[in-house]
């Protein structure tokens, strides 16, 4: 193997800390706009982000800021509130040990460009050989043409290359689907479908599997 590519979202980080921080505030002013109860507020955001799950639009938290009229800016929220994007602790000791073993590293994700600014947050940024967004692509996970692209920055072919992510129907199949071995991360012991090449439940097991592939 030469390559191992990451999605963000779940696997390398959480954001749910800020989620739970600005949501309040999103129901709060869309309670306060529509006249409605917050009760009602929170249900009519919910209803737009779940009936456009997995769309180009989905990962984009500044999209449903703009459908409500919010004067919200996902970047200004990461920069203000930085402690509240959290690094799993696997993350580091496993990005620093696959450095120093010579793989070349990269992040595939769905989200836009303030991923890259989140990855910087987190102090992730400088591990990864190429970073590729949805803008780099105008497509999201699992079209193939997001991972193609990301490999021939790396120059790397998909059979050389590992994909490990958090959402079967994205990262796992996305990833097999252009001839790349996917590991499913299922942090939260998820009931999974045995479409994965490898699962794991912490980072510390590619250990094993790279020495496998070997």
């Not at 954001?15 to 009519?44: D, G, T």
């Not at 990962?59 to 509240?84: C, G, Q, S, T, V």
């Not at 992730?124 to 692209?149: A, G, H, M, Q, S």
Request: glycine share 4%.
């Amino acid at each position: 193997m030469e390559a191992i590519l990451f999605d963000v979202d779940e696997t390398l980080l959480t954001e749910k800390p800020l989620m739970m921080l600005f949501l309040p505030q999103v129901y709060e002013e869309i309670s306060r706009r529509l006249q409605i109860r917050k009760e009602e507020a929170r249900a009519k955001f919910l209803e737009e982000i779940l009936s456009r799950r997995n769309t180009y639009e989905w990962h984009d938290w500044n999209f449903f800021f703009r459908l409500f009229n919010l004067d919200l800016r996902y970047e200004e929220l990461l920069i203000a509130y930085p402690h509240k994007i959290h690094v799993f602790p696997d993350v580091k000791p496993t990005l620093e040990w696959l450095k120093s073993e010579g793989y070349k590293l990269g992040v595939v994700t769905s989200g836009p460009t303030y991923q890259k600014l989140k990855l910087r947050i987190a102090k992730l940024d400088n591990y990864f050989d190429v970073i590729v967004t949805r803008e780099d692509v105008n497509t999201i996970k699992p079209d193939p043409k997001i991972f193609i692209y990301a490999l021939e920055k790396l120059k790397v072919e998909p059979k050389e290359a590992i994909m490990i992510g958090d959402s079967l129907q994205q990262d796992v199949y996305g990833a097999k689907n252009v001839g790349m071995i996917a590991v499913w991360i299922n942090r939260n012991n998820e009931k999974g479908y045995n479409f994965a090449d490898y699962e794991i439940r912490t980072l510390h097991e590619l250990r094993k599997i790279l020495g496998g592939l070997k």
